[in-house]
Nanobody, 124 residues
């Protein structure tokens, strides 16, 4: 049974930082592309960042480029999202996801497994 469990969300003031983590089990983590997505109230789920199996390829949404960093530790079966210079518009539930597509991808349809999400709230 595949499980993706996010942690590290919370509340922070604008300009602050948070790191969210996603621990994976039940899959061969080192072979999966991992992604972070977010969903704000009343909006569709949107791509945030993706990283390929080795960590050698990473891609970001324009809205977070230069502020967020995705990374992974294949020995710990964990993917991270470091978020700096947070803005109120970053407020959302953040989800991690796993894809066996074989490359980094922002396409939500290509992700096979999803976590339950973790809330990130940024106040002005």
């Amino acid at each position: 049974q595949v499980q993706l469990v996010e942690s590290g969300g919370g509340s922070v003031q604008a300009g602050g930082s948070l790191r969210v983590s996603c621990a994976a089990s039940g899959l061969t983590f080192r072979t999966y592309t991992m992604g972070w997505f977010r969903q704000a109230p009343g909006k569709e789920r949107e791509f945030v960042a993706t990283i390929n199996w080795s960590g050698g390829t990473r891609s970001y949404a324009d809205s977070v480029k230069g502020r967020f960093t995705i990374s992974r530790d294949n020995n710990k079966n964990t993917v991270y999202l470091q978020m700096n210079s947070l803005k109120p518009q970053d407020t959302a539930v953040f989800y991690c996801a796993a894809s066996n597509v074989g490359r980094a991808t922002s396409d939500v349809r290509l992700y096979d497994y999803w976590g339950q999400g973790t809330q990130v709230t940024v106040s002005s």
